[in-house]
């Protein structure tokens, strides 16, 4: 009965700060009628999408509804058996991920992705390659321009590392830090490569419920600077505490969209996550 008030609590607040956000903003992401097939399987059916900007959207659903295989596609992972993936206007079909990053999306994964013997710095650097200006050639003979953009790289992951409160472990092994800490070092390497929009698979997961407060107030904290935040996410307190829109999926289709507070309460979605009751079956 506490948990099912904190949940409550967290919805109102969440109400409380959605007031006045009904106006339009500019859609980032989009999909239209998206389709992705394995052999028979059809893991998402005409699906549409839109995440606005400077807003965090959260894409909610039970276990095997078809989102990641959604992020899959926007990230250039899959590719689109049908419909389109539009960012900022222009149809992603046919691009690669580090093109896509190159356009400005940047993603973390349910399972975490680090290199686990580089340090955490090297790390984040890593992460910008994507963004590297300079050839091949340049990196072999040391060219004034690779060693200023080295130094340009450089400066940019102390940076984020610094954002995601890692600095103290800069020269510390991925392997070795917490899992917690794991978890922002791949969202910090993600924001290093400068992205328009930020997606995030499973953020919290793993987390006990203080790194998972403090990882929403770092998610509200980074959209101020015009970040726009795509987000799977099974922590419902979460998922209410800190979206401006949520989408449903089931079985590879959207159920419902909505406000938090709307989508909380929408009998599909209970039914999707619950069941439907025997007495209604019957």
Not at 8 to 26: A, D, L, S, Y
Not at 137 to 150: A, I, M
Not at 164 to 192: C, F, H, P, S, T
Request: proline share 2%.
């Amino acid at each position: 009965m506490a948990k099912e008030n904190n949940n409550m609590e967290t919805i109102i607040r969440t109400k409380q700060e959605n007031e006045g956000k009904n106006k339009i903003n500019k859609v980032v992401l989009q999909t239209d009628k998206l389709t992705k097939k394995f052999g028979g399987l059809i893991a998402v059916n005409n699906f549409d999408l839109k995440v606005s900007q400077g807003e965090i959207s959260s894409l909610i659903g039970p276990n095997g509804a078809g989102k990641t295989t959604v992020f899959n596609v926007v990230t250039g992972i899959y590719k689109a058996d049908g419909g389109k993936v539009l960012f900022k206007g222009e149809d992603l079909a046919g691009k690669k991920p580090h093109q896509i990053i190159k356009k400005g999306i940047a993603r973390t994964f349910q399972n975490i992705r680090l290199f686990s013997n580089m340090t955490c710095l090297e790390n984040v650097m890593a992460g910008q390659h994507c963004r590297s200006k300079e050839g091949t050639w340049s990196s072999v003979l040391q060219t004034p321009g690779q060693k200023k953009e080295e130094l340009e790289i450089k400066k940019n992951a102390e940076n984020r590392l610094k954002q995601v409160g890692l600095w103290k472990w800069r020269d510390e092994l991925a392997k070795n830090i917490a899992y917690g800490n794991q978890r922002m070092l791949e969202i910090g390497r993600a924001l290093a490569t400068n992205p328009d929009l930020l997606v995030l698979d499973e953020p919290s997961s793993g987390l006990n419920d203080k790194e998972s407060e403090d990882l929403m107030d770092f998610l509200k904290e980074i959209i101020k600077d015009n970040l726009t935040i795509l987000l799977i996410e099974h922590d419902m307190n979460v998922v209410m505490g800190i979206s401006h829109w949520v989408t449903v999926m089931d079985e590879g289709k959207k159920i419902a969209e909505g406000l938090p507070e709307e989508v909380y309460s929408n009998p599909q979605v209970i039914e999707a996550y619950l069941g439907k009751d025997e007495e209604e079956e019957e």
